[in-house]
């Protein structure tokens, strides 16, 4: 069973940066996909961008441009940098990792951005 498990969330201003990391406890070669997803209070959990095991990135259209994933697959870790965020990316946000025939969630990291 993998974990993955989040962190780097936190209080930040409008306008200023954070950087989350999902440290998964095995290998994430075997994922072919890996990505973030975020839930805000009373809406449903939505997309925030996903990389491929070849690092292909891909983006929802309200962080593009401002949010990059990566991935480091020796520490077996995926990044969200995030920068000039704003009060509406306050959210919980969830690491997500696909392999075949099955993927997984961390317990997510809650970000809070003040206006």
């Known amino acids: 069973q993998v974990m993955l498990v989040e962190s780097g969330g936190g209080l930040v201003q409008s306008g200023g940066s954070l950087r989350l990391s999902c440290v998964a406890s095995g290998s994430i070669f075997s994922f072919y996909r890996m990505g973030w997803y975020r839930q805000a209070p009373g809406k449903q959990r939505g997309l925030v961008g996903t990389?491929?095991?070849?690092?292909?990135?891909n983006y929802a259209e309200s962080v593009k441009g401002r949010c990059t994933i990566s991935r480091d697959n020796a520490k077996n870790t995926v990044y969200l940098q995030m920068n000039s965020l704003k009060p509406e990316d306050t959210a919980v946000y969830y690491c997500?990792?696909?392999?075949?025939?099955?993927?997984?969630w961390g317990q997510g990291t809650k970000v809070t951005v003040s206006s």
């Open positions: 990389i491929t095991s070849v690092g292909r990135g």
């Open positions: 997500h990792a696909e392999a075949v025939g099955r993927d997984y």
